[in-house]
Structure formats: structure tokens, C-alpha cells
């Protein structure tokens, strides 16, 4: 079955929300991130956009803590948490400076590059 695309637009009348970004990344991991803007996608989800301070990617998650990818224009798509965290923390190992705490970036994606592995099979 072929991932269902959304499309979004900006909107200013969500305020900012720390807990879905709590919930996916933890207590510790969530200052290495900014809040950006919000969305609302065709069928009523409110995402919220977060930026990795270190990596410059973003995570998209809605207030009931599912993930989605943007297409780089205006889709959507939901994706799995492990993908999301993965995707957000694409590069680090490579950024100047290192988030203040690499190892519960490289604990957080074990855990989840280990859960996408185990969603393959």
C-alpha cells in the first residue's frame, strides 16, 4: 500500500508544544532541538515542525505523538518514531559542536534503529 500524502499549511493559531518532542526523544535530548512553526495537514492534524540544533533536520509530530516526513514541498507522510529519530539525528556525529549529550543520542538511536529492524521483518 502506497503512503498516504498530506498536504499542510502553516497556521499561527497553534502554540508551541514540548510533548510530543518529550515523548519521542526524552527529557534530556529535547534543548538540542527548536521549536519552529505549526501545521495543519487536510484532514485536521496540528503538527508541530522542531529543528535539531545540531543537525539542522527536522521532526514533524502531531499532539498524539505520530511522526511524519515532509516530502522537502508541501506533502506529508506518516512515518514510524524510529524513522522520525533517525532521520532527525542523521549527520550528528558529524556537526560542530557535538550535541551536549552524544550518549544519549547514540542510546536513543540504537533503541531505535533496532526497532526499525525488527519492522522489516
Known sequence: MLPVMHSAEITRDIRPSWEPLLELVGKELVPSFMWM?????????????????????????????RAFRSDGRTGYEE?????????????????VPEPK?????????????????????
Not at 101 to 121: C, G, K, N
Request: aromatic content about 8%.
Open 79 to 95: 512515518i514510524s518514531a524510529a524513522a522520525a529519530v533517525v532521520e532527525a539525528f542523521d549527520g550528528w556525529e558529524d556537526t
Open 37 to 65: 512553526y505549526a501545521l495543519r495537514l487536510d484532514d485536521g492534524t496540528d503538527l508541530h515542525a522542531y529543528k535539531s540544533i545540531a543537525t539542522r533536520n527536522y521532526v514533524y509530530l502531531a499532539a498524539d505523538g
Open 101 to 121: 549529550h552524544p550518549e544519549s543520542v547514540r542510546a536513543l538511536l540504537e533503541r531505535h534503529r533496532s526497532a526499525m529492524s525488527q519492522e522489516d521483518h
